[in-house]
């Protein structure tokens, strides 16, 4: 069961262009809603996160939007760089019990071109 | 060290064969996670220790997955009788508690083929 659906698959932007990734999840419980940055060979590495008393955060260039109603969040990467591209996750987790695992989304595969 | 680290990088073993993955989490760090990563997906749960015990392993496949954290530090995925759909990236990844704002560090992770 694929609680978190994460698109699309793949992205390709220009040099200075935004990138928008979306994901839609199920569980209701989910209270904390990250967004990983995965390099060839590398393990994921937390690039900003929002729980769902906010509709939006900013850090830098990235803008985490988040719509409980519709349970969807997004990415958004302004003035996108070569350097960007990687494969982002998005994830979900709930405090439930005592464990706080997450669940990603498929991924998406962002690559900006020079 | 500074971050998590995951021994081997790489694991090569032919079906049937017995292997084990190592974690060493960050310094201080009493939760500990495994996931296991599929080619062109997200990382799955396997398993969450808090301290050196189990506290839920209801990501674990089915029993020939077994981890271990006798210590409350480094960390052991034992993998037995393998067979050639357990090829996958293993990640660990520690955060300081399992509750609340606290961020989840991930390694590297261990790349297994079974052949």
């Known amino acids: 069961q694929q609680q978190v659906k994460q698109s699309p698959q793949s992205l390709i932007v220009q040099k200075g262009g935004i990138s928008i990734i979306n994901c839609a999840y199920e569980n209701t419980a989910f209270d904390y809603f990250p967004w990983y940055q995965q390099f060839p060979g590398k393990g994921p590495a937390l690039l900003i996160a929002i729980r769902p008393d906010v509709s939006e955060k900013k850090e830098g260039r990235f803008t985490i939007s988040f719509n409980k109603s519709a349970k969807q969040f997004s990415l958004h990467i302004m003035d996108s760089q070569p350097g960007d591209s990687a494969t982002y996750f998005c994830a979900a987790s709930s405090l439930g019990g005592s464990a706080r695992q997450l669940t990603f989304g498929s991924g998406t595969q962002l690559t900006v071109l020079p | 060290g500074a971050g998590v680290s995951q021994t081997p990088s790489n694991k090569v073993t032919e079906k049937g064969k017995y292997v084990e993955l190592r974690c060493d989490p960050i310094?201080?760090?009493?939760?500990l996670y495994w996931y296991r990563q599929s080619l062109g997906q997200g990382p799955e749960f396997l398993i969450y220790?808090?301290?050196?015990?189990?506290?839920?392993d209801s990501g674990l496949p089915n029993d020939r997955f077994f981890a271990v954290r006798p210590e409350g530090s480094v960390s052991t995925l034992k993998i037995q009788r393998t067979e050639r759909g357990d090829s996958a990236v293993y990640l660990c990844a520690s955060s300081l508690n399992g509750q609340g704002n606290t961020e989840a560090f991930f390694g590297q992770g261990t790349r297994l083929t079974v052949v």
């Open positions: 310094s201080g760090h009493t939760a």
């Open positions: 220790f808090q301290g050196t015990g189990a506290a839920d």
